[in-house]
């Protein structure tokens, strides 16, 4: 059964700092790109960042670039993201899924339909 447990979100002030985890289980972890996803009320999800599977490359989105960092343990099944900078704008639920290369996009297709319960970042004074 495949399952993404994503954990680290919380309220924070802005020009902070968190760390998201993603413990992902039941695929073949190591094999897969690995994206961020955030989503916020009223709005469709969008592409935060991704890590290839094999040389462990990474793209970001224009609204995160230079502030966001993705990172990935295949040892542990684990997907980072390093946040720092914070926005009020960054808040959002945020979800990771294991993902698919497609030659048309820009970012893996999502490789599942199951998705977490993802993580609540809200950035706020």
């Known amino acids: 059964q495949v399952q993404f447990v994503e954990s680290g979100g919380e309220l924070v002030q802005p020009g902070g700092s968190l760390r998201l985890s993603c413990e992902a289980s039941g695929f073949s972890f190591s094999a897969y790109a690995m994206n961020w996803y955030r989503q916020v009320p009223g709005k469709e999800r969008e592409e935060v960042a991704f890590?290839?599977?094999?040389?462990?490359?990474?793209k970001y989105a224009d609204s995160v670039k230079g502030r966001f960092t993705i990172s990935r343990d295949n040892a542990k099944n684990t997907v980072y993201l390093q946040m720092d900078s914070l926005k009020p704008e960054d808040t959002a639920v945020y979800y990771c899924?294991?993902?698919?290369?497609?030659?048309?996009?820009?970012?893996?297709?999502?490789?599942?339909?199951?998705w977490g319960q993802g993580t609540q970042v809200t950035v706020s004074s």
């Open positions: 890590i290839s599977s094999t040389d462990h490359s990474a």
């Open positions: 899924m294991a993902g698919i290369p497609h030659p048309d996009l820009e970012f893996p297709v999502a490789a599942f339909d199951y």
